[in-house]
């Protein structure tokens, strides 16, 4: 259930630039983000990167929308959304703190997240965040400047992409648990 609240915005989003404006799609997943911060405050629970990061750039780009180019297209919006959830995720490993990691200390012991290769596997699985964000962008590009091709093409390869680090980040713990003897969860169950 976790899981689902925070790629909650994420899916109102592409539900949104479906159905109604550019503008209103990331208002409302700003929005989103910003209740998903305000839970996590009120539990006493961290400001997650991810969820703060994706609040901003979201806001960034429908005051962008508002402001300056109101007729920037879906594309362009949906690549621009791309790129910051792409660049949250790399730098957040940048600087030494995968965004996983926040996750992960709050949903195991102290001694799980004290075992050799926790960071570790902190790394491996936002680097699969980020491959997947990544491929999302380069969808939307390939879309951006091969007009020709049909809009599910990108769709299809957002889904591959997303559903593929969702496994990934629930399939990597076990793996490591039976190789290595290691629990190591990054993000909340996924079941």
Same mark, same amino acid.
Request: charged content about 10%.
């Given at each position: 259930?976790?899981?689902?609240?925070?790629?909650?915005?994420?899916?109102?989003?592409?539900?949104?630039?479906?159905?109604?404006? /550019? $503008?209103? %799609?990331?208002?409302?997943?700003? !929005? =989103?983000? &910003?209740?998903?911060?305000?839970? +996590?405050? #009120?539990? @006493?629970?961290?400001?997650?990167?991810? /969820? $703060?990061? %994706?609040?901003?750039?979201?806001? !960034? =780009?429908? &005051?962008?929308?508002?402001?300056? +180019?109101? #007729?920037? @297209?879906?594309?362009?919006?949906?690549?621009?959304?791309?790129?910051?959830?792409?660049?949250?995720?790399?730098?957040?490993?940048?600087?030494?703190?995968?965004?996983?990691?926040?996750?992960?200390?709050?949903?195991?012991?102290?001694?799980?997240?004290?075992?050799?290769?926790?960071?570790?596997?902190?790394?491996?699985?936002?680097?699969?965040?980020?491959?997947?964000?990544?491929?999302?962008?380069?969808?939307?590009?390939?879309?951006?400047?091969?007009?020709?091709?049909?809009?599910?093409?990108?769709?299809?390869?957002?889904?591959?992409?997303?559903?593929?680090?969702?496994?990934?980040?629930?399939?990597?713990?076990?793996?490591?648990?039976?190789?290595?003897?290691?629990?190591?969860?990054?993000?909340?169950?996924?079941?």
């Amino acid at each position: 259930m976790a899981i689902f609240l925070i790629l909650a915005p994420y899916g109102a989003f592409t539900f949104l630039m479906l159905v109604t404006s /550019a $503008a209103v %799609s990331v208002f409302t997943a700003s !929005a =989103i983000c &910003l209740a998903t911060v305000a839970v +996590d405050v #009120a539990r @006493g629970r961290s400001v997650k990167v991810l /969820a $703060a990061g %994706s609040a901003i750039v979201f806001a !960034a =780009i429908g &005051l962008y929308l508002a402001l300056i +180019d109101p #007729a920037f @297209g879906p594309l362009g919006v949906k690549l621009s959304v791309d790129i910051g959830i792409f660049v949250i995720s790399l730098g957040s490993m940048l600087l030494r703190r995968p965004f996983t990691l926040q996750y992960a200390l709050e949903s195991v012991p102290a001694e799980t997240a004290a075992m050799p290769g926790f960071l570790t596997a902190n790394y491996v699985i936002t680097s699969a965040w980020t491959a997947a964000a990544l491929l999302m962008a380069a969808a939307n590009l390939v879309l951006l400047y091969v007009p020709g091709l049909p809009l599910w093409s990108s769709l299809a390869v957002a889904f591959a992409a997303r559903n593929s680090a969702i496994y990934f980040t629930k399939w990597y713990p076990e793996y490591r648990q039976i190789k290595y003897g290691t629990p190591a969860r990054a993000l909340p169950d996924a079941r």
